[in-house]
């Protein structure tokens, strides 16, 4: 067995990732590493699409259910343990599929962790500016230095226009610059890179569905216990997509018929960037949901054997 082959399988939200990559696993030696970053949470099934406990039996999963929803959980810790993953799937003589829609997850492993510098004293300084100068004198600044930066970044998103204005001082480069060196760094394995390809309007109408289905499977009692076992509304994973829109509404900030509304609206938005970072993988091979099993299938049975 060639020891660096890596399978990586990708697409944006409720494209039918976790039914392929079974799909896979059902007909293939492979084992699944999970890289979505909510997945990795326990407690958090219904509003992460969490393959099914039966399911994980069926097909051996890897970074499902490591860490719980108030514990630190980064690109850093994923590659540690989806590297250690791959070394066991490998041992026992099968085949590390890698499958999720966390852009940053899948990059950090096949390229390394993105080393863009940081300083606290600069970071500091620039948090002082925002307060004196305001926001948009900030980010005028920003779009003279780096206007591809600019163009990525609203000029009210304080985090991200710091954070940028710091790599830039630091570094003395535009961010945009540092940040395609890194995207197009070389890696360390061989990877078959599958991403699926779908029709807008019918993603959409998926991503709606499948938001409907959640609260019918009771999202909104999941979120409830969490809150009830003391996990505070401002952490990470309980500020991620659908599970704050469940805390505003179980707050009184909204009704459930707006909450549902909400997370259906951003949910089309997260899956929209996650078709243009899929877009600019380089060495995606992309199939349609069109016999997307029996493609997959022969594709990486090429690429294994």
């Not at 392929?20 to 326990?42: C, K, M, T």
């Not at 591809?148 to 710091?162: E, G, M, N, W, Y």
């Not at 018929?257 to 899956?271: F, H």
């Not at 995606?284 to 949901?289: K, P």
Request: net charge positive; aromatic share 6%; glycine share 10%.
């Amino acid at each position: 067995m060639e020891e660096n082959r890596l399978l990586v399988l990708s697409g944006p939200t409720a494209s039918g990732k976790t039914a392929l990559a079974l799909s896979l696993g059902r007909i293939l030696p492979l084992e699944i590493i999970n890289a979505d970053s909510l997945q990795v949470y326990r407690g958090m099934d219904i509003g992460t699409a969490k393959p099914a406990v039966s399911e994980r039996r069926e097909v051996p999963h890897h970074l499902i259910d490591v860490a719980d929803p108030d514990e630190e959980y980064n690109a850093g810790r994923f590659v540690a343990e989806a590297e250690e993953a791959i070394r066991g799937i490998r041992g026992r003589g099968r085949f590390p599929l890698v499958a999720g829609g966390t852009g940053m997850y899948i990059r950090s492993l096949l390229r390394g962790l993105d080393a863009l510098p940081s300083d606290a004293g600069i970071r500091a300084g620039l948090a002082r500016r925002w307060e004196e100068e305001g926001g948009t004198a900030l980010f005028s600044e920003l779009r003279t230095i780096d206007p591809p930066s600019a163009k990525a970044i609203h000029p009210s998103d304080r985090v991200r226009l710091l954070r940028a204005l710091e790599v830039a001082a630091i570094a003395g480069a535009p961010p945009s610059t540092l940040k395609r060196r890194w995207a197009e760094g070389a890696g360390k394995f061989r990877i078959l890179f599958i991403a699926i390809s779908m029709d807008r309007d019918e993603l959409y109408r998926r991503v709606d569905a499948r938001v409907d289905d959640m609260f019918r499977r009771g999202l909104v009692d999941e979120v409830r216990g969490l809150l009830s076992k003391g996990y505070a509304p401002d952490l990470k994973p309980m500020k991620a997509l659908g599970y704050r829109h469940v805390v505003r509404h179980l707050s009184g900030a909204v009704s459930l018929a707006g909450a549902i509304a909400e997370i259906q609206r951003d949910t089309r938005r997260y899956a929209k960037r996650q078709l243009t970072w899929l877009s600019r993988e380089p060495d995606a091979v992309w199939i349609g949901t069109e016999n997307a099993a029996g493609a997959a299938a022969e594709i990486a049975k090429k690429f294994l054997f």
